[in-house]
């Protein structure tokens, strides 16, 4: 009777990962066919959603563990939250329910696998990453480098391309925003930092450097600030572990004025080197694209092409932030003027209406022109659904940087180092989110990324500082 119990829990879990597997690759090559894609979101994907949630929530054994019961409590209060707004029948906001109720399987992945589980499904699930931006890296690079587009040959839309042929120009990728296409190369980055030390044989670890790089070179491209921020701070802080491991885990004076040092300057000298390879860039694409012009006419072209004006000092917050001051401020003048979202939030359609206008108002936006969102996940979650998902999405977050911290400054005996990267990419994406929205309220490339590398780095967490009787954490 165990012998079979043990079978059909194996085939649960092998069905799990498979079924988070299937639906990582169903956004990861959405914009491959976009057709296809919104075909099947809107047959087919509202079908299996709910009942790849409702297997988890019945076969799941994970309500030990708070991240896992304040992640479904959030679900559950946002269903709830839209259906406040006599919204009964979800006429309203019903794909986005769908979409915030993908984190549950996600991020419950991590829980119910074992140790070497978890290591053969990120083993497939990084080469796969990493081949992936790898390929679609080398045609940003090549994009950009000599100013040319690339056709997708399904949809005959462009893979990448510049936007603009003269004046400053981005690299915009399958037509999505660069922000959010930096943090996917950044995503894919970290994943092969953790496959770089989890690779059981060494000459795999020449791959992942050769996408590592690519991925870093497109960063440096786009330049994002907001990716390079939490890119540096990602930087820093593997800096800073190889500097804790090396004093074998103790916490002495030493070794965190040395960890707090060499965050410092690893960190800046990654940030600074996105400037650096930018311009490096930018000499070479006119290099290639003008050979016969003169050294004058080559810097005239360059900063033609090449002048960023995405300022990391300014005059002014607005300045550096690019309007985002604003923004932010807007979202607490729409709480102002309606103080019910406070309790019930509100419906998508009506998240912006009044930051909009005020944003008009003082001259920030013209009269043509609608706020999309709020530019920081705490601040769109909290408009969308009150303080309840707020408080409940700021105890995940404080769960999640306390097993990345425990696991940080852990005897190096006791964990892998590969485990303890798991923290770069839960850490920068919550560094990301404050620029942007994607997290629990959206899903796409970079939240489903999120939700799954949490719920990875949790269950590793929980092997290494079990539960005990009492439903604490040991030691």
């Known amino acids: 009777m165990s012998q079979i119990r043990n079978t059909a829990e194996e085939h649960r879990k092998l069905a799990l990962m498979i079924a988070v597997f299937l639906f990582y690759l169903f956004y990861l090559l959405s914009n491959l066919n976009i057709y296809l894609y919104y075909s099947l ?13 409702a297997g988890v929530l019945y076969f799941g054994r994970h309500w030990d563990k708070w991240e896992y019961r304040l992640m479904v409590a959030y679900c559950t209060w946002f269903l709830i939250s839209r259906m406040l707004h006599d919204n009964i029948a979800l006429t309203e906001d019903f794909m986005k329910t769908v979409d915030v109720f993908l984190l549950i399987p996600f991020f419950a992945l991590g829980l119910c696998l074992k140790t070497e589980e978890r290591r053969r499904f990120l083993d497939v699930f990084s080469a796969v990453i990493g081949v992936f931006y790898f390929l679609l890296g080398v045609l940003c690079i090549f994009s950009a480098l000599y100013r040319i587009e690339f056709i997708n040959p399904i949809s ?5 391309k510049m936007r603009t042929e003269t004046g400053f120009s981005r ?12 943090c996917w190369f950044m995503n894919s980055f970290f994943l092969m930092v ?13 791959p992942a450097v050769l996408c590592a790089a690519v991925d870093y070179v497109v960063l440096s491209i786009c330049y994002v600030r907001s990716v390079m921020v939490a890119f540096s701070v990602g930087m820093g802080l593997l800096s800073a572990l190889m500097i804790l491991r ?3 885990g103790k916490t002495g004076l030493r070794a965190f004025a040395g960890m707090s040092v060499v965050f410092l300057i690893t960190a800046s000298v990654v940030f600074l080197g996105f400037g650096v390879v930018f ?5 070479l694409s006119v290099e290639l694209r003008y050979p016969n012009a003169s050294q004058e006419e080559k810097q005239e072209y360059y900063l033609r092409d090449f002048t960023n004006p995405k300022k990391i000092t300014g005059n002014n917050l607005t300045e550096i932030s690019t309007g985002r001051d604003w923004i932010y401020r807007s979202a607490f003048v729409t709480i102002r003027e309606n103080p019910s979202i406070l309790l019930t939030g509100t419906l ?3 998240t912006t209406e009044i930051a909009t206008d005020y944003l008009r108002e003082h001259g920030r936006y013209k009269p043509d022109r609608e706020l999309d969102h709020f530019q920081n996940f705490l601040l769109q979650v909290m408009v969308l659904t009150g303080l309840p998902g707020l408080l409940l999405v700021l105890a995940v977050c404080v769960l999640l940087v306390r097993s990345a911290l425990r696991l940080f400054f852990c005897e190096p005996e006791r964990v892998p180092i590969f485990v303890q990267t798991l923290m770069l990419p839960v850490l920068g994406a919550m560094i990301y989110g404050m620029f942007e929205i994607t997290y629990f309220t959206n899903a796409d490339h970079c939240s489903l990324m999120f939700y799954l590398m949490g719920g990875m780095m949790t269950g590793w967490y929980y092997d ?3 539960i005990n009787d009492k439903g604490a954490v040991r030691a």
């Not at 979101?41 to 949630?53: G, I, N, Y």
């Not at 005959?156 to 990448?160: F, I, M, N, R, V």
């Not at 990728?173 to 660069?178: V, Y």
Request: aromatic share 20%; with cysteine.
């Open 41 to 53: 979101r809107e047959t087919w994907f509202v079908l299996a959603v709910p009942v790849l949630v």
């Open 156 to 160: 005959q839309q462009y893979l990448c």
């Open 171 to 182: 690299l915009i990728i399958m037509d999505i925003n660069p922000d959010t296409t930096n």
């Open 194 to 206: 953790y496959q770089f030390f989890a690779c059981r044989k060494k000459w795999w670890r020449i």
């Open 246 to 248: 090396h004093f074998k």
């Open 279 to 283: 311009r490096s860039y930018g000499h």
């Open 348 to 350: 998508t359609k009506d």
């Open 464 to 466: 290494i500082f079990p």
